[in-house]
């Protein structure tokens, strides 16, 4: 299909698929041969009554709200003239994209110009109504004909109105899906902040705090032969010197690169918080003790191998850590206790080391 001269197909989906799918459910087929005789005979009825039926509807919205929004925002002479067109084209080539952009585009404008549909598929109307009466004077046509006619009118009737539906509510409801995805993505982005510590980028406080509620609950409904959660509280050492030596801002941007070593010597499922300043938590969810010390260490020998490159400063840094395992039944709070039990106990055993609560 050449999307540049159907636009309002593309736009609006209609490709060759969804015209066939539209057509099938109407049950109309282009290759029908009766059904093409038939659109025949009504291309030569309309022309002859064209003029008649574009006054019969001007006349009857005449007057009308509709009738001056048509005549400030489109103009009733090419509302006049768009019309001729479409009696003059009703059936013509009803399978082609031609045929559904020059209705879809029609239905654009009456939407665009806050004209009510009803304007729109009016005229379909009268011209069913009108070929219809004329239809039944016809005496030389015998049943079969006339059956094969009034079908073809309803069918090509129903597809115009379709089409009208469509083109009219069609890009209103694209243009609100749009709306609604960028309120979502704006929502989740809203989201996002008020979850992630705005320096280090990781969880901060309040995200932890319930994140660490929900695995303590979860531990504590799947059991915890099943379920082991583990917390590991880390604290910088000496910090306070860092930031008294090269100052601040690179005390700062320590807590940031920090906060990439934790995250690449965890795995990926592991959940990083920052739990105060220079503090950092990492919940471990379905791991045993043992197992939790090991990914300790390898944080602590991730944050110790390589000095930390800053500005234009080689800083050495390391930091103790304390690992807890949830008990049967404990709070997140009482979990969180004996981590930074653990964690100071580290520090008082000389920092830059890994204690779990088994150890003290
Ligand atoms: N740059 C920077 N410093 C912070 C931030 N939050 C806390 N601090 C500093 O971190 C330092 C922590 O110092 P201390 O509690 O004495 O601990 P420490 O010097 O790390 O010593 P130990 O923990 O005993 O090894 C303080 O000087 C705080 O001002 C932060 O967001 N940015």
């Given at each position: 299909m050449n999307t540049e001269a159907t636009p309002h197909c593309a736009a609006l989906g209609f490709d060759k698929d969804r015209i066939r799918q539209a057509l099938s459910l109407l049950g109309l087929a282009a290759d029908h041969k009766e059904e093409a005789a038939a659109i025949n005979l009504l291309t030569e009825f309309i022309a002859e009554r064209v003029d008649k039926i574009i006054n019969s509807c001007l006349a009857v919205i005449a007057g009308s709200d509709d009738f001056e929004l048509i005549e400030r925002n489109i103009g009733t002479e090419a509302f006049r003239q768009k019309w001729k067109y479409r009696l003059r084209s009703f059936g013509k080539n009803f399978a082609t994209p031609g045929y559904f952009e020059e209705r879809l585009a029609l239905a654009a404008a009456f939407a665009h110009a806050n004209i009510p549909l009803g304007a729109l598929q009016l005229p379909s109307f009268l011209i069913q109504q009108s070929l219809i009466d004329n239809l039944l004077d016809?005496?030389?046509?015998n049943a079969d004909k006339t059956r094969i006619l009034l079908c073809t009118i309803l069918k090509l009737t129903a597809l115009d109105l379709y089409i009208a539906a469509e083109g009219y509510h069609l890009p209103e409801l694209n243009e609100l899906e749009e709306k609604l995805d960028k309120l979502r993505a704006e929502a989740s982005r809203l989201q996002e902040r008020t979850w992630t510590d705005e320096l280090t980028g990781v969880m901060n406080y309040r995200k932890l705090m319930e994140s660490l509620e929900h695995h303590v609950q979860r531990a504590e409904r799947r059991g915890q032969e099943r379920s082991s959660l583990c917390l590991i509280m880390s604290d910088l050492d000496f910090f306070k010197k860092i930031n008294d030596t090269y100052g601040h801002m690179v005390g700062d941007l320590v807590l940031q690169h920090l906060a990439r070593r934790i995250k690449s010597a965890t795995r990926d499922f592991d959940m990083i918080g920052r739990?105060?300043?220079?503090e950092f938590v990492v919940i471990m969810a379905d791991t045993d003790l043992e197992l939790a010390k090991v990914i300790a260490e390898r944080i602590r020998l991730g944050v110790m191998s390589t000095p930390f490159h800053i500005k234009k400063f080689n800083i050495h840094v390391t930091i103790s850590l304390g690992v807890a395992m949830l008990k049967p039944g404990e709070s997140r709070e009482s979990l969180l206790e004996r981590a930074d039990a653990a964690m100071y106990e580290a520090k008082r055993r000389g920092r830059n080391c890994v204690v779990t609560t088994k150890e003290m």
């Open positions: 016809k005496s030389d046509f739990f105060g300043g220079e």
